[in-house]
């Protein structure tokens, strides 16, 4: 049974850092992208950031140069490293773990969240 616990969450203000980590278990086949989402009140999920197995990344246009992640293949982890952080950044995060199951299909993994929030 896969198992993503997301830990590292808090509250912080305004200017200030947190990191988040993410650990998977119970993995037995080949995985894609990790990545960390975020889903604010009355808003939905969106991307925050991702990096595939080859250690490509992408992050979302509000939070790029000042989020960061990494991953650790052989210990299945993935971590969010979030710095200059804002109000709007107040949200619960989740860690994501992608699945291949074929050349253009994949099953996706989430961790139960863990809220973040940022006061001013």
């Known amino acids: 049974q896969v198992q993503l616990v997301e830990s590292g969450g808090g509250l912080v203000q305004a200017g200030g850092s947190l990191r988040l980590s993410c650990a998977a278990s119970g993995i037995s086949f080949k995985i894609g992208a990790m990545g960390w989402y975020r889903q604010a009140p009355g808003k939905q999920r969106e991307l925050v950031a991702i990096?595939?197995?080859?250690?490509?990344?992408d992050y979302a246009d509000s939070v790029k140069g000042r989020f960061t992640i990494s991953r650790d293949n052989a210990k299945i982890t993935a971590n969010l490293y979030m710095n200059s952080l804002k109000p709007e950044d107040t949200a619960v995060y989740y860690c994501?773990?992608?699945?291949?199951?074929?050349?253009?299909?994949?099953?996706?993994?989430w961790g139960q969240g863990i809220q973040v929030t940022v006061s001013s």
């Open positions: 994501n773990l992608r699945a291949p199951l074929g050349r253009y299909s994949s099953y996706d993994y």
């Open positions: 990096m595939t197995n080859g250690s490509v990344t």
